[in-house]
């Protein structure tokens, strides 16, 4: 009958746009697993949060195969303590376990030593449906060229500022005895010019110990020393340094103590 033919037609469209729909989820669930296999980045995702006894890892991209130089189909299927037990993910394990411990959050950026050669950071995100947590991904970045640029930056700083220090010392030497007057008489004019050299090369020594510190700093080997200053001289020292475009520019400056 004809109703039944429209009925069997309907049915027939049903049928392809279910077809149709499934061959676009089949497509981007394709595109999604081809960006995760060539991403940069070792990905470890878990069916439930890895504080969970019962989370499987359900999904490891080739990476993870490059960084650990493990196989990634031996790690489906464990959980995130099975995996402390694989040799080559135990100093991983422990890591985010000691960081979850402490806290509960998502935890980024700690760094983990896989060789002398290769330094990741890590991060642990939580995949949240509806504000629930129903899954976690471990994240690991290979760092190790952002490091060595790091430490070759560190070396260049400490290297010029010990060869620029040299030289400022000698200068400061040489116009110390030149304002004693070891070198001769000056007029209070020439010792006024020669002080203000000599405080220029006083803060050209002081910005260089400056970087040596920050090289310092970098390498974990600072530490903080406070020392108690004359803010009148703090003040004068400033005012010192701006003398001359006061005087380009006529400006009448007062400084009452």
């Not at 061959?23 to 999604?32: G, L, M, Q, R, V």
């Amino acid at each position: 009958t004809e109703e039944s033919e429209n009925t069997k037609k309907a049915l027939l469209n049903i049928l392809d746009d279910v077809e149709e729909a499934k061959n676009k989820i089949e497509d981007e669930k394709s595109k999604t697993l081809s960006i995760i296999t060539n991403l940069d980045d070792g990905l470890l995702v878990f069916d439930e949060e890895i504080s969970k006894k019962n989370s499987k890892l359900i999904l490891v991209n080739p990476r993870i195969n490059i960084l650990f130089n493990i196989e990634d189909k031996k790690l489906l299927g464990k959980s995130f303590e099975e995996l402390g037990q694989v040799a080559q993910l135990k100093p991983l394990v422990e890591l985010i376990a000691g960081a979850k411990s402490k806290n509960n959050n998502n935890i980024s950026r700690l760094e983990l030593n896989i060789t002398e050669n290769l330094i990741v950071e890590i991060s642990v995100i939580a995949i949240l449906r509806n504000n629930n947590k129903i899954s976690s991904l471990i994240i690991i970045h290979d760092v190790s060229r952002e490091k060595e640029i790091e430490k070759i930056k560190s070396e260049f700083v400490s290297t010029a500022a010990h060869q620029l220090r040299t030289p400022l010392s000698a200068i400061k030497w040489t116009l110390q005895m030149i304002i004693n007057g070891d070198l001769g008489y000056l007029s209070p004019e020439q010792k006024t010019f020669l002080m203000q050299g000599y405080q220029s090369n006083e803060r050209m020594i002081n910005l260089i110990n400056d970087l040596l510190n920050v090289a310092r700093i970098e390498e974990g080997r600072f530490g903080y020393q406070f020392s108690s200053i004359q803010l009148e001289d703090l003040i004068q020292n400033i005012i010192q340094d701006f003398t001359h475009k006061i005087e380009d520019k006529k400006i009448n400056f007062i400084y009452n103590k």
